[in-house]
């Protein structure tokens, strides 16, 4: 295959300087996140650019018109919205709180780098799942269901318990496809279903929370693919009981 961003190939081309361009714009960092959960989009952008404002532009972002959902130094309409530029690390945030379906979708990260020039932009796609509802009855078991595409069918499987899925998938790993139990966690995944099942064991109150469903990519540099969120709800009989007789 033809490396096309490799340095040694850009000689007064002008077909090459346009492939060049065109392989520059075309890394895509995508973000998953979950419905009234928050995400925090990280742009990480060239040290000269320390000065200029930042932006998050939604949808194509044209050079003529340019939705504009945050952007530095000036408070967004939606206060979901929130940017903080980061200048000794050279990463500019983006937060998003309370998020809904109709967030999802494309996004450009962009550096305002002065009049009559090209901005600089970063190609975001950002993906928001629904929440699955659960509960359960502490001392217990329960199920928790992950139905997967067939192109993830060879692919290791993990639950996490974390809002985000950047923390979930560094340090908050229950059980995996690789080890199919883990204390009170089991996981059981039938490939030619594309499902599976990860059973909870002696539930306790502090099992409630939001679970992600994943898989490991093979070749994609361990980038996870997302598949569900489920948000587990786990309380005691007792109080079950207390509630319904008086
Ligand atoms: C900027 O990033 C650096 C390195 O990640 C971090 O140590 C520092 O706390 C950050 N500063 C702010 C204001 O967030
Ligand atoms: C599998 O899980 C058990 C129980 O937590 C643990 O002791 C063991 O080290 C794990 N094995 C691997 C290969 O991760
Ligand atoms: C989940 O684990 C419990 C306890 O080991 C067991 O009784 C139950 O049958 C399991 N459920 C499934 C669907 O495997
Ligand atoms: C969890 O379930 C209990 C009992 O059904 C309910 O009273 C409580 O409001 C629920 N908590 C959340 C956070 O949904």
């Not at 300087?17 to 065109?22: C, N």
């Amino acid at each position: 295959m033809i490396q096309i961003c490799d340095d040694k190939l850009l000689i007064f081309n002008l077909l090459l300087l346009m492939s060049v361009l065109a392989c520059e714009t075309s890394e895509i960092l995508t973000f998953t996140a979950h419905e009234r959960g928050k995400v925090e989009i990280q742009c990480p952008y060239e040290s000269g650019y320390k000065e200029y404002k930042k932006y998050l532009c939604r949808g194509e972002c044209l050079r003529v018109f340019k939705d504009k959902v945050v952007e530095s130094e000036s408070a967004a309409k939606d206060e979901r919205f929130s940017l903080n530029d980061n200048k000794s690390a050279q990463i500019f945030t983006v937060t998003i709180t309370d998020l809904r379906t109709e967030d999802r979708g494309k996004y450009w990260c962009g550096v305002k780098t002065g009049v009559g020039n090209l901005d600089d932009f970063t190609q975001i796609h950002l993906e928001i799942k629904h929440v699955s509802r659960v509960s359960g009855v502490t001392g217990e078991h329960l199920n928790i269901i992950c139905h997967y595409e067939s192109e993830l069918k060879n692919d290791v499987k993990f639950i996490c318990k974390e809002s985000s899925t950047s923390l979930c998938e560094k340090s908050a790993i229950k059980v995996s496809s690789e080890n199919n139990s883990n204390g009170r966690f089991s996981l059981r995944d039938d490939a030619s279903a594309g499902v599976f099942t990860v059973n909870i064991t002696d539930l306790t109150e502090e099992d409630s929370g939001i679970y992600w469903c994943g898989a490991v990519q093979r070749g994609q540099e361990s980038k996870n693919k997302w598949i569900s969120v489920t948000d587990l709800n786990i309380s005691a009989e007792v109080v079950k009981m207390l509630n319904t007789h008086h």
